[in-house]
């Protein structure tokens, strides 16, 4: 019974991290006409309304029902924030750069954890820490001349997605998954609605409607399915997964707009997802022990 919930959990972090590599394929081709904030306003509406349609019927009106109101609503605002700042590189940088440096949202947890939830962190996981963000300056390299500046909008979103993923542990049992769900897309929705009107461009071809669509559809999938995938299969068995957002979007990269990382690119990536993977197998020993 175990091991069929485990590869439930599995399946499900699959289908989600399948999903993320088209929904910024998506976005990067839509930033090439259209401003990032009818890109944002989109996303998040069509997230919210996917999430009326799949829990309104089942839920009913206890579906916006929360004790936590203040922390869900903050939840949802560093979603926005962290949204905001990678739609925004992904406009200038490469998927494969913009996925690989994301992934130093796990480090930041890391160090967050000790001052917001009173974790001990232990010197394997600080040197793991230390390691990883070794591996994002040698993709960034500030002082090189491939350095843009859009690399610090996927530090910075991967650092708001962090401060994320630390209320998403605090609200952790407090609220149902389905509540939690609805109301991650509920203020990028309502901000996002005030701000696209000022930056609204017609479609000028009905490709890019199912493209807007789709950025709602798959987001908002996407983060169903890793709910689902936590809610059926451990965090270390299912977290390390998570990395192969990087095959997704090296393909897509090379046979959508004719990228393909530099040797440095594919080092540092290296280096972010085994330090990745070890702070997520020490997290599970520690809390085993």
């Known amino acids: 019974m175990a091991a069929n919930n485990t590869a439930r959990g599995i399946a499900y972090m699959c289908l989600a991290v399948g999903l ?4 910024n394929a998506a976005v990067k081709v839509l930033g090439e006409t259209y401003a ?7 996303r998040y509406l069509g997230h919210f309304v996917l999430m009326l349609v799949i829990f309104l019927p089942f839920h009913g009106a206890k579906l916006f029902k929360t004790q936590n109101l203040g922390a869900q609503l903050l939840r949802s605002l560093l979603l926005l924030g962290s ?9 200038y940088l490469p998927l494969t750069t913009a996925a690989s440096i994301s992934f130093t949202s796990p480090f930041i947890v890391t160090a967050l954890s000790v001052p917001l939830l009173g974790e001990r962190v232990g010197p394997r996981r600080w040197t793991a820490v230390a390691i990883g963000f070794i591996g994002a300056l040698i993709i960034i390299r500030p ?6 500046g859009a690399e610090l909008f996927v530090v910075a979103s991967a650092t708001f997605y962090s401060f994320y ?3 998403t542990r605090r609200l952790a049992g407090r609220d149902s998954p389905a509540t939690t769900i609805i109301y991650t897309a509920v203020f990028g929705a309502i901000l996002t609605s005030f701000v696209a009107p000022f930056h609204w461009q017609m479609p000028v071809v009905q490709t890019d409607w199912l493209l807007f669509a789709a950025t709602g559809v798959v987001g908002g999938l996407g983060h169903l399915f890793v709910v689902k995938a936590f809610q ?11 990395y192969l957002q990087l095959v997704g979007a090296v393909i897509l990269g090379f046979f959508i707009f004719g990228e393909f990382p530099d040797m440095w690119t594919w080092i540092g990536s290296a280096i972010i997802v085994a ?3 070890y702070i997520t197998y020490r997290e599970t020993v520690v809390a085993k022990a």
């Open 165 to 167: 993923q630390i209320m």
């Open 36 to 42: 990032v904030q009818q890109v944002l306003w989109l």
């Open 20 to 23: 993320f590599p088209f929904l």
């Open 232 to 242: 059926w299969a451990e965090v270390s068995v299912i977290s390390p997964f998570v």
């Open 275 to 277: 330090c990745g993977a």
């Open 143 to 148: 002082a090189g001349a491939a350095f843009h």
């Open 83 to 91: 949204t905001t700042c990678y739609f925004t590189a992904l406009n």
